[in-house]
């Protein structure tokens, strides 16, 4: 779920939702193909949601019943903890979702920084 999630340090509260709270933007917690995943709702047709992770390129079409919980908190390994439904955060994650079109060149440029600094550091243990 970059670049809003940091998988493996980030910790994330979900809850039961309530059916308005399924809407464009949202990240449910939900189960495809007998696994668990947690994606953001890109939009809704006739009950059927078309959820997108925030680092992927691909999409996937659920039934409501599949959705289990909705992402209430973000919680930083700083001890920062993010509210959902901040007006920022759901102003950033609307204009992530607006960018999808370019989002595969977002994330390169978004990782760039770490893959750099990465073949930095090979390059030092080869020396």
């Known amino acids: 779920m970059l670049p809003f999630l940091h998988g493996g340090k ?3 509260q979900l ?5 308005d709270e399924l809407k464009k933007g949202t990240v449910v917690f939900f ?4 696994q668990y995943a947690v994606h953001r709702i890109i939009s809704e047709k006739n009950g059927v949601f078309n959820i997108q992770g925030d680092g992927n390129l691909t999409k996937e079409w659920v039934e409501k019943d599949a959705i289990i919980a909705v992402m209430k908190y973000i919680c930083r390994p700083n001890g920062k903890v993010i509210d959902c439904n901040n007006f920022w955060y759901r102003f950033c994650t609307n204009c992530w979702i607006a960018l999808r079109p370019i989002r595969k060149q977002l994330l390169w440029l978004y990782k760039l920084p770490r893959r750099i600094k990465r073949k930095v550091k090979t390059q030092d243990k080869q020396k």
């Open 10 to 12: 980030d910790k994330i």
């Open 15 to 19: 809850s039961p939702y309530r059916p």
């Open 31 to 34: 189960k495809y193909k007998n």
